[in-house]
């Protein structure tokens, strides 16, 4: 991770918590926190599986051996 998407979520994190603190208390921005980690999770593991099948799914090559 480089430092300006370390910078990006950061900011982004900022936003969303000024975004949401005006409409919910503070248990609201723990909350979303706590949804914003588990859905990362989620696809962060939704993508490796996702990966895993790919590549099951695609044969591997073989070169195959004439016997002439």
Not at 13 to 36: E, N, Q, R, S, T
Not at 39 to 61: E, K, Q
Request: aromatic content about 4%; charged content about 10%; overall charge positive.
């Amino acid at each position: 991770m480089n430092s300006g998407s370390y910078k990006a979520d950061i900011a982004t994190g900022a936003a969303l918590g000024g975004l949401v603190l005006p409409v919910a208390d503070v248990l609201g921005i723990f909350l979303m926190g706590g949804l914003l980690t588990v859905g990362s999770c989620a696809v962060l593991l939704g993508w490796r599986l996702l990966v895993r099948v790919i590549r099951a799914a695609t044969p591997a090559h073989h070169p195959t051996i004439s016997s002439t």
